[in-house]
């Protein structure tokens, strides 16, 4: 079998060079950053006017054991749920701001233009806020209670289950 010859130093010094160049970022993620620079803000339609979808629930971290989740002590200060419907994904935390709660959150897919709205169980507004450029909402802390999330988004409305929030952090 024959063995390669060594590189000399020439090629030694090409490969280092051509190693060190920096690629070019995926044509995808630029026209997304450029898109997110450059897209005007546009308000939701009015409530009533759009299509309802129910999200389902995949996942609840309140119902997944602390030892599953890796967790060493009394388990994390902050619930995660994260819902799917007809190609979006939901992602809600409800952590503990001081002896309220606050709820946070990003809608993943198309169509992430819109607002958050939280309402009681007797359809009372809780909290309000609009999605920013990445589908992400952050809304004010409230008591315990149940709770409705509403995401108003330009061509569909998107309605989570009743979501209950307890006593004591």
């Known amino acids: 079998m024959n063995t390669p010859a060594d590189p000399d130093d020439a090629a030694i010094e090409h490969h280092l060079r051509a190693g060190r160049q920096l690629e070019d970022a995926p044509e995808a993620v630029i026209q997304r950053v450029t898109a997110i620079w450059q897209r005007p803000a546009r308000a ?10 129910i999200a389902a629930l995949g996942f609840d971290s309140s119902t997944t054991s602390a030892t599953a989740l890796g967790v060493r002590t009394t388990g994390p200060t902050t619930r995660q749920l994260l819902y799917t419907v007809e190609g979006h994904g939901i992602d809600l935390r409800i ?33 309000e806020a609009p999605l920013d450029e990445l589908g992400e909402f ?7 209670g149940h709770y409705t999330l509403t995401l108003r988004l330009r061509s569909i409305e998107i309605v989570l289950p009743p979501i209950d929030v307890p006593q004591s952090a």
């Open 44 to 53: 939701a339609a009015a409530p009533g006017l759009l299509p309802r979808l």
């Open 95 to 127: 952590g503990a701001a001081g002896s309220q709660w606050a709820f946070s959150g990003q809608v993943l897919g198309p169509d992430s233009y819109g607002s958050a709205v939280l309402a009681d169980v007797k359809g009372q507004l809780a909290g």
């Open 138 to 144: 952050r809304l004010p802390a409230v008591a315990a």
